[in-house]
């Protein structure tokens, strides 16, 4: 069964570029995939949604992060990466890398990965 697989660096300090990656496995992206995004839950919070990225190339962020962050992607990799620029401990969260349909954004996500950012 397809996978995604978000992998990071764990730790990190404030001011540091935090990069992300996510990657397919197991299988192929289904056709019907037409969105990517990165999603993250900070502590004793909800789902935040942070920054999205279409097939066709097109990029939608946040906001609250559009300064600071960057989406892209490998199709020759299956793989997608996020960058937050200029972090700190208030972006200690476990990101979740998601894909879907034009339907519904958000059909498979993946286990999460778990980032803190030491002050």
């Known amino acids: 069964q397809m996978q995604l697989q978000e992998s990071g660096p764990g730790l990190v300090k404030s001011s540091q570029t935090l990069s992300l990656s996510c990657t397919v496995s197991?299988?192929?992206?289904?056709?019907?995939?037409?969105?990517w995004s990165w999603i993250r839950r900070p502590p004793g919070k909800g789902l935040e949604w942070m920054a999205g990225?279409?097939?066709?190339?097109?990029?939608v962020y946040s906001p609250s992060v559009v300064s600071r962050t960057s989406i892209s992607g490998d199709s020759s990799k299956n793989q997608i990466t996020l960058q937050l620029r200029s972090v700190t401990p208030e972006d200690t969260a476990v990101y979740y890398c998601?894909?879907?349909?034009?339907?519904?954004?958000?059909?498979?996500w993946g286990q999460g990965t778990q980032v803190t950012v030491s002050s």
């Open positions: 197991n299988g192929s992206i289904p056709t019907n995939v037409h969105f």
């Open positions: 998601v894909m879907g349909s034009v339907d519904w954004y958000f059909d498979y």
């Open positions: 990225l279409s097939s066709s190339g097109d990029t």
